[in-house]
């Protein structure tokens, strides 16, 4: 993700050099962990809690809150994943090395569990977060019992007023969901959130 103003010239540069973007991982996509509070307000402050208030090691780089790489320039295709998946990498590497677009998971880590046979921890009311979480992790977590958190950023489509409603019918508070949800760069999805 983008935290500095040399960064985001860097970017740029970047951008103006290439005839097609390709964001790869979940912080260049969706901004990452860094950008969980994107939006939210109060960034100066959380910054100075950590750095000091005079931010010197950091303020000849002009640091800003955390962004996605396509809230600064235009990207052209997006390979997520906290890391992502070589398999992932190298066919939409081939894939755009012959004139087409990436072959990116569309559908939701659920998926992935239903192929790998795994019983759904929602059932459980365990905080997985597999049906808002882009496929392509192959459900590693799941796999072994434990809840997804999201890092492979946001499905093509989240219903994100059911699983909602569903944590908070499992005892989870709504500061909590928001945290989850907000985890891995997916700060935008709190904006749908019911009321």
């Not at 964001?23 to 100075?48: D, H, N, V, Y």
């Not at 320039?73 to 997006?78: E, M, R």
């Not at 990498?89 to 046979?117: D, I, Y």
Request: aromatic share 8%; glycine share 10%; charged share 25%.
């Amino acid at each position: 993700s983008i935290t500095t103003d040399r960064q985001r010239k860097e970017l740029a540069r970047v951008r103006s050099h290439s005839k097609t973007l390709v964001a790869m991982g979940t912080c260049a996509c969706f901004g990452g962990i860094q950008s969980m509070k994107l939006g939210e307000g109060g960034w100066r402050k959380r910054f100075q809690r950590i750095y000091g208030d005079d931010g010197k090691l950091f303020k000849a780089m002009e640091p800003f809150e955390s962004k996605p790489c396509d809230a600064l320039v235009k990207v052209d295709y997006y390979i997520a994943g906290c890391p992502i998946d070589k398999r992932q990498f190298l066919s939409s590497v081939a894939r755009m090395l012959n004139g087409n677009s990436p072959c990116v998971h569309q559908f939701p880590v659920c998926t992935e569990c239903k192929w790998g046979e795994n019983d759904c921890l929602l059932l459980r009311d365990l905080p997985c977060l597999g049906p808002l979480t882009r496929g392509g992790c192959g459900a590693v977590c799941p796999s072994y019992n434990l809840p997804c958190v999201g890092c492979w950023g946001p499905a093509e489509v989240p219903n994100v007023p059911s699983e909602y409603r569903l944590l908070l019918e499992n005892r989870y508070t709504s500061g909590d969901i928001e945290r989850k949800f907000r985890k891995f760069g997916a700060a935008p999805m709190v904006e749908t959130l019911p009321e």
